[in-house]
DNA sequence: TGACAATATTCGAATATTGTAATATTCTCA
DNA sequence: TGAGAATATTACAATATTCGAATATTGTCA
């Protein structure tokens, strides 16, 4: 019963994936990159520190990644695999 | 910036997979279907009781069903989202 | 029926996650 | 430089998850 994916690398990313906010923000950077902090927060409704903490949970499980423009900071999913996964869920 | 998955559906999968030994066990029962609780417990080196606790949680997310075979009960996954989600993992 | 094997449930302590509020940091540009 | 916009961090209470141990339930078959 040899296991051929990597448990530990897709468990921290159903774990930051396994929350409404988180999956609402990562699925909707998939479809639609480059948004920042303060877009998301209005357009989902939920306090900017919220929203920042969030993203800093994706960050850290390396789901996405952010860039500076200018004024603001622009997030994107930055990971073949959870792309690949995020892709999947429309189907 | 309309949403065209569930999200909800999609967390409580997420939250079921964010666990390395419920994404071991979801992700053998997809390549290996129809395993049984102390075989689980046995190769997974994992106290019975703890197995079918996290068996209960695949259960009650939908990840899973279960069917008595004579003695025992054999699970599998039976969930064709999950089953895409699993399948892309190793790719 | 009764013994045994297989599986499930319950409980409690330890730990982790969540949301909110308050505050801090970082960057831009007048 | 300094004001203001954008983003991040911290602290804390409430809630949820985790694991192990003990125990209970369920089904099979002699």
Redesign the pocket.
């Known amino acids: 019963m040899e296991i051929d994916i990597d448990i530990e690398e897709y468990t921290a990313i159903f774990?930051a994936l396994?929350?409404?906010?988180?999956l609402t923000i990562a699925y909707n950077l998939m479809k639609k990159p480059e948004c920042?902090?303060?877009?998301?927060?209005e357009c989902l409704n939920?306090?900017?520190?919220?929203?920042?903490?969030?993203?800093?949970?994706l960050?850290n499980a390396k789901v996405i990644t952010?860039k500076?423009?200018?004024?603001?900071?622009?997030?994107k999913v930055d990971n073949k695999k959870v792309i690949s996964i995020l892709s999947q869920l429309a189907k």
Not at 36 to 41: L, P
Not at 46 to 57: A, D, E, F, K, N
């Open positions: 774990k396994a929350h409404p906010t988180r920042n902090v303060n877009r998301m927060s939920i306090p900017q520190p919220t929203v920042s903490q969030h993203l800093s949970i960050k952010g500076r423009c200018g004024n603001q900071i622009c997030y």
